[in-house]
């Protein structure tokens, strides 16, 4: 079973920058894509950025510009850079990969990190 683990949420002033980075385990023969995802309470969770396994990237329009998803693809492992923080961003932020693995197909979360802009 694939498992994914996320670190680097917080609290963070509005124009400022968090980094988030993904980390997935277990054996995995192909990852087809790995991104995030964030939510809201009471409200449904969206696509923040994905980045696919030929490295084309997909970033929701409220973020464009300012989030950036990189992934290492020998490591299994995908970040964000947040720059530009604004307190709209503020949402419990969650991992996702797609792929090929044991027992078979994965699409696995991350527990989710809280992000907080706020002065």
């Known amino acids: 079973q694939v498992q994914l683990v996320e670190s680097g949420g917080g609290l963070v002033q509005p124009g400022g920058s968090l980094r988030l980075s993904c980390a997935a385990s277990g054996r995995i023969f192909s990852m087809n894509s790995m991104g995030w995802y964030r939510q809201v309470s009471g409200k449904q969770r969206e696509l923040v950025a994905g980045i696919s396994s030929d490295g084309s990237t997909n970033y929701a329009d409220s973020v464009k510009g300012r989030f950036t998803i990189f992934r290492d693809s020998g490591k299994n492992t995908v970040a964000l850079q947040m720059n530009s923080l604004k307190p709209e961003d503020t949402a419990v932020y969650y991992c996702?990969?797609?792929?090929?693995?044991?027992?078979?197909?994965?699409?696995?979360w991350g527990q989710g990190t809280q992000v907080t802009v706020a002065s």
């Open positions: 996702n990969a797609k792929g090929l693995g044991v027992p078979g197909r994965f699409d696995s």
